[in-house]
């Protein structure tokens, strides 16, 4: 089987879940929740999990059930720019992509504002094709098929050469059933994350994706692997 084409979540996939920014944008997302509905954060929070599964993205559901206008506001709250403090630093991740020696692309439900920050922390945004965020896919990302045809196709790459990777197994779900290979980023838990229980309650299992690993950086054993079958 030949790769030819990586295609990457951004959020806990191209940088560990053990990285605080993850909880700040999920603590700020239940926060704008709470104050946009004008609910108590723990309603708030239960609600939108209890919605979640309907939608790709939390915003996809605010503007659906509770007719938000103000995308840039939302966009603004749960990501101002000074969340790159909650990025942990990674020397290795640059000359990492380099070695992979494949052209690779970022897809990611988050706003461009926010892919910048994190890609320039990490100084790896010059490594990427291109960058599809939730604002060029017109707000309807992962796991819409668009999201993944319009990051797939820019290139001029195929479903059957590119290769997804993707810490949640909702997004993974969603490639496998158009025909793509997926990936899930299981994080350090791995075990805990097929079984399909996370500390956050979200369902991660994904019977469907093609491997499941640790970190990014078990990629070249898994090419190694497809190259021979």
Known sequence: MKIRHLLFDLDNTLYPSTSTIDAGISKRMREFVADFLKLPIDKAAALRKERMPLYGTT???LRTEHGL???QAYFHY?????EADELTPDKNLRPFLMSL??????LTNAP???ADTVLDFYDIK???ESIHDIETNNL???PHESAYMNAVKWGGHTLEDTLFFDDHAKYTRGYTAIGGKAVLVCGPDADVAVSGKTMDGWDTSDPTSFACIKTIYEIPELLERLEKQ
């Open 69 to 71: 206008k103000d995308v």
């Open 112 to 114: 461009r504002v926010h």
């Open 126 to 128: 010059d490594l990427f």
């Open 59 to 61: 915003l996809e559901w």
């Open 140 to 142: 309807q990302g992962k």
């Open 78 to 82: 749960v990501h101002p720019l000074s």
């Open 101 to 106: 020696g494949l052209p690779m692309t970022v």
